[in-house]
């Protein structure tokens, strides 16, 4: 059974930051690309930044330079580092793993979401 759990978000004051995790279990995770995604109260759920299997990282343009996504395969875990937090960074965060597995089939996992709300 995959399992992919989000942890660290929290309230924080604009300007501060936050590590996000995203543990992973029953995947191997180097194998994958791993995406954090966030979702904002009315709006659509939007890609923050995606790490593949050979470690390219890819991010929303206007993310950017404040956020940070690292991979640590000894411990089956992703993490998003955030700096420099907005009050427009408010949203459930989510962890996504996703792998081709042929031309037609993609294995997609999500976790569950973690709150990350930047408020004063």
């Known amino acids: 059974q995959v399992q992919l759990v989000e942890s660290g978000g929290a309230l924080v004051q604009p300007g501060g930051s936050l590590r996000l995790s995203c543990a992973a279990s029953?995947?191997?995770?180097?194998?994958?690309?791993m995406g954090w995604y966030r979702q904002a109260p009315g709006k659509q759920r939007e890609v923050v930044a995606t790490?593949?299997?050979?470690?390219?990282?890819n991010y929303s343009d206007s993310l950017k330079g404040r956020f940070t996504i690292s991979r640590d395969n000894a411990k089956n875990t992703v993490y998003l580092q955030m700096n420099t937090l907005k009050p427009e960074d408010t949203a459930v965060y989510y962890c996504?793993?996703?792998?081709?597995?042929?031309?037609?089939?993609?294995?997609?996992?999500w976790g569950q979401g973690t709150q990350v709300t930047v408020s004063s």
């Open positions: 029953g995947i191997i995770i180097n194998i994958y690309t």
């Open positions: 996504n793993a996703q792998r081709s597995i042929s031309a037609t089939a993609i294995l997609d996992y």
């Open positions: 790490i593949s299997s050979r470690g390219v990282t």
